[in-house]
């Protein structure tokens, strides 16, 4: 393979091209809603309609609105087509698509009508988006290399094996100012910069895509949407860092992610994009799955290695670092999914203008999966420093069914609640973390006025006692005594001082477990404190030493605080 | 073997470059309380007993995996320390079922000396009252879940002494259990050798010798180190 068989394969595909294009959406969101038959009866309907000539009935990876799915979007190559083109190319979206809907889509192609709920591609929801990761997620076919290689696909790679030292590459990282994706966002080119200064024959890349947090689907969406780009800048950083081997920690969970992948690794391979003498370079590179089996903890970079070792997944502590010794002991590189897709872009378009993007000190964007009570659940990518409530209000149209926000979770079981008070917070790693909250992997659940910011707490608590891997004692145990004293306070049986014991034992969790799990576990409560405190003191009773609430007012135990007059002498926790 | 020169509570010392601040500490005479170490294995960092204070680092390090730095300013000794201390022995009591009255190691437990320098005279966390199994079924020892403090010492020693690999660690959080070979009943186990070094390793009574009354259960420890060191050095020194 050289650079022309790339072009080649890229002018062939799009001399391929038909006049029409209709894009339906294949990622799990939308075939969980049988998208699946819905492509099937768009096929059907095109031969029958005579139209296979000039139509393309193409399975994409996520168009973002995924609340609205199975999305349907009919593109047109030239001018003059039967409908009005929504943007350059681009025709009308299609949601709510059924099978049953097939022959109306594929008649308007023909000057007919269709019924079909449209959406609208101008609403803030896609218009404020800007695509890096997700640039081709939702138009090229994710399962045919040709598809991604049109879209300028391994490019990059070419040039960094022809064009670039190791050491200009990382400088070029470096200077994009890209940060981990995974969580903590630790500079990227910093920790390529490191593993490529061990001195080690045998080096390794991981990449991390275990992406265990409750209500989080990036890494998921960019790995069934656009699973090359995963590849290629897994590669570009093998050659930066000197490794020669890379696996993919994929969580079980995600079996079309799987199977993609699996499809992927398998045609780079055959056209020479993986495996030995890349682009007729000195330059070798494999990649290996390795399917994790539902832990979260084994998101954590030492707990995954040791599971990719085949050991059991529990973490270590570091130092020694993954840079130093990692898997096997080797010098390993370890990214986050999203991490990786970005590489190939900024080596495309050159680290000023990946740096011309954010903010201050979080650059480029954030994918982020919106969930929760919101009018539009989806995926949505977002320059950093983009204002929370223009994601929440603007791009999610706010809580559905006119209710009022009154939180939003980030960085899910590491993370916290930022009240609707802070809403103009600028999402990037720094502001968010003085709120204590986390970016953490891109999870972000609104919640609204009826969600009981202590039934979060104990929500999150209950997720983190049942993931602690059980090594070291403060999570271990430590979780499991503020889950029970956060039941404690729910089931209005709670006084000041079990209010205290929580608090104490959050800082102590926090402050002395070994790795980020037991680390984060308690945040989730403390953020909920910092800005909710009082829907936990409302729900406290006199200390033991007063009176206990009698049986009369015994069901709404939130009442039996407030109702029972403070005892004298006895500090009054009930209000 | 250059040495490095630090400070542990105020007090000036000189250590080996690869020592852990554990051991430096130990030469010094400094005693830092610790669980899940065990002289002649490696260490794992998962009591957290034996965390301390580095200037200069705002994380909380455990001494027992952390090798020494030149001119490091170690305390091990502030109220915070003292503080997490006590909370990690109250949530290790709290956990299962540690009733000292009824165990063959009164007297002989790590955990109940532990809490005992401690101050720990009472627990302030509710007792989980977990319902755990004793395991009668090995021919020389049992195994009572109810003391298990998850050190995985008994692991270790089985794995990287005895190099049987009998011993193992199931399932997760507090659900977390010893296990011998694939989750079977420990007489059952086909690489056991019958060695009882997971016996000597055990800081509690969840492992001991069948029939042992609590005055009888002293452990033969000093053996595990003489073996290390007759492998590693060649010395056979008891
Ligand atoms: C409990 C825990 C779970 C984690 N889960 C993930 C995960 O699912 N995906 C991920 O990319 N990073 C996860 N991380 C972060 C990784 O340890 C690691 O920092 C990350 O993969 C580094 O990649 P980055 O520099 O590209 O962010 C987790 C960390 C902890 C402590
Ligand atoms: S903090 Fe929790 S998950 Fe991490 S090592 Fe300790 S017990 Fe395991
Ligand atoms: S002795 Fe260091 S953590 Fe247990």
Redesign the interface.
């Known amino acids: 393979m050289v650079i022309d068989d790339l072009t080649e394969i890229a002018d062939k595909e799009r001399a391929a091209r038909k006049r029409y294009t209709i894009r339906c959406c294949m990622a799990a969101g939308c075939m969980s809603s049988n998208s699946k038959g819905v492509k099937e009866a768009l096929e059907d309907a095109v031969n029958q309609a005579g139209l296979q000539q000039m139509v393309e009935v193409r399975g994409v990876g996520c168009m973002k609105l995924c609340c609205q799915g199975p999305l349907v979007q009919i593109d047109s190559a030239t001018a003059g087509a039967t409908f009005a083109l929504e943007s350059n190319e681009v025709g009308p979206l299609y949601q709510k698509v059924t099978p049953e809907d097939a022959n109306s889509l594929v008649s308007t192609l023909k000057g007919g009508q269709t019924p079909v709920q449209r959406g609208d591609p101008r609403h803030p929801f896609f218009s404020a988006q800007l695509s890096i990761v997700l640039a081709n997620s939702g138009f090229i076919d994710p399962e045919r290399i040709e598809s991604y290689i049109t879209a300028e696909g391994y490019q990059a790679l070419h040039d960094v094996l022809r064009e670039l030292t190791p050491k200009d590459l990382i400088e070029r990282i470096i200077k994009s100012g890209l940060r981990g994706r995974g969580g903590a966002g630790y500079p990227t080119g910093l920790k390529w910069a490191t593993v490529g200064k061990a001195a080690s024959q045998q080096k390794y890349v991981i990449c991390n895509a275990d992406e265990g947090d409750p209500g989080a689907f990036m890494d998921r969406s960019v790995l069934e949407s656009d699973p090359h780009s995963v590849l290629e800048g897994m590669a570009i950083a093998a050659y930066a860092v000197g490794a020669n081997q890379g696996f993919i920690y994929v969580r079980a969970e995600y079996p079309l992610a799987i199977a993609r992948l699996h499809a992927a690794i398998k045609q780079a391979k055959k056209y020479g994009l993986l495996g030995s003498g890349i682009f007729e370079s000195p330059f070798n590179f494999n990649i290996d799955l390795r399917i994790g089996a539902g832990?979260f903890?084994c998101g954590e970079e030492t707990a995954l290695m040791a599971s990719v070792e085949g050991k059991?997944g529990t973490p270590?502590?570091r130092p020694p670092f993954p840079a130093e010794s990692g898997l096997y002991n080797s010098p390993t590189l370890i990214n986050n999914v999203e991490t990786f897709a970005n590489v190939a872009p900024i080596v495309r378009k050159g680290a000023e203008w990946f740096a011309g993007i954010g903010t201050e000190k979080s650059k480029g964007t954030k994918v982020f999966a919106l969930a929760g009570k919101i009018t539009n659940t989806g995926l949505i990518e977002v320059p950093m420093g983009t204002a929370l409530r223009k994601i929440v209000e603007e791009m999610g149209g706010g809580a559905p069914d006119g209710g009022k926000i009154k939180a939003v979770q980030t960085g899910g079981p590491s993370g916290g609640c930022i009240p609707a008070e802070e809403l103009d917070t600028p999402v990037d790693y720094d502001s968010l973390t003085k709120l204590g909250s986390i970016m953490g992997s891109g999870g972000m659940i609104v919640m609204d006025e009826t969600t009981k910011m202590v039934d979060v707490a104990r929500f999150f608590m209950e997720f983190c006692?049942?993931?602690?891997?059980?090594?070291?004692?403060?999570c271990?145990?430590?979780?499991?005594?503020m889950h029970?004293l956060l039941n404690k306070i729910l089931a209005g049986n709670a006084t000041t001082r079990d209010l205290q014991?929580l608090e104490?034992?959050c800082y102590?969790v926090k402050?002395?477990?070994?790795c980020g799990l037991g680390q984060t576990a308690p945040n989730p409560v403390l953020s909920t404190l910092r800005f909710f405190r009082k829907e936990y003191t409302d729900l406290l009773m006199p200390d033991a030493f007063g009176p206990r609430p009698n049986a009369v007012n015994g069901t709404g135990h939130a009442a039996a605080g407030r109702n029972l007059a403070p005892t004298e002498g006895v500090p009054s926790s009930g209000k | 073997m250059a040495a490095k020169t630090l400070t542990i509570d105020g007090k000036q010392i000189s250590a080996d470059e690869c020592a852990t601040i554990l051991e430096a500490a130990a030469d010094a005479g400094i005693t830092i309380p610790t669980l899940c170490h065990l002289e002649g294995v490696y260490d794992v960092g998962a009591c957290r007993l034996c965390l301390v204070e580095v200037t200069g680092i705002s994380k909380l390090l455990p001494a027992c995996t952390t090798k020494v730095a030149e001119g490091m300013e170690i305390r091990t000794d502030t109220e915070r320390l003292i503080r997490y201390r006590r909370m990690t022995l109250e949530l290790l009591l709290a956990e299962r079922n540690h009733v000292c009255a009824v165990c063959v190691a009164n007297g002989h437990c790590e955990l109940q000396t532990l809490a005992f320098n401690q101050g720990v005279d009472h627990v302030r966390y509710e007792y989980c009252f977990p319902k755990w199994e004793v395991d009668n079924s090995h021919a020389l020892f049992g195994m009572d879940h109810n003391r298990c403090l998850l050190c995985t010492r008994c692991v270790r020693v089985c794995w990287h002494i005895e190099g049987a690999g009998t011993k193992n660690v199931s399932g997760r959080g507090a659900k977390a259990r010893i296990i011998s070979d694939l989750n079977q009943p420990w007489g059952t186990s086909d690489t056991c050798t019958k060695c009882g070094k997971c016996v000597m390793a055990c800081p509690t009574g969840a492992l001991f010798y069948k029939g042992s009354t609590n005055s009888e259960m002293e452990r033969d420890r000093d053996k595990l180190e003489f073996i290390v060191t007759a492998r590693e050095k060649k010395q056979w020194i008891a």
């Open positions: 832990a903890v059991r270590r502590p006692m049942d993931e602690s891997c059980g090594k070291c004692v403060p271990r145990a430590g979780t499991a005594q029970q014991k104490e034992l102590m402050n002395t477990s070994l």
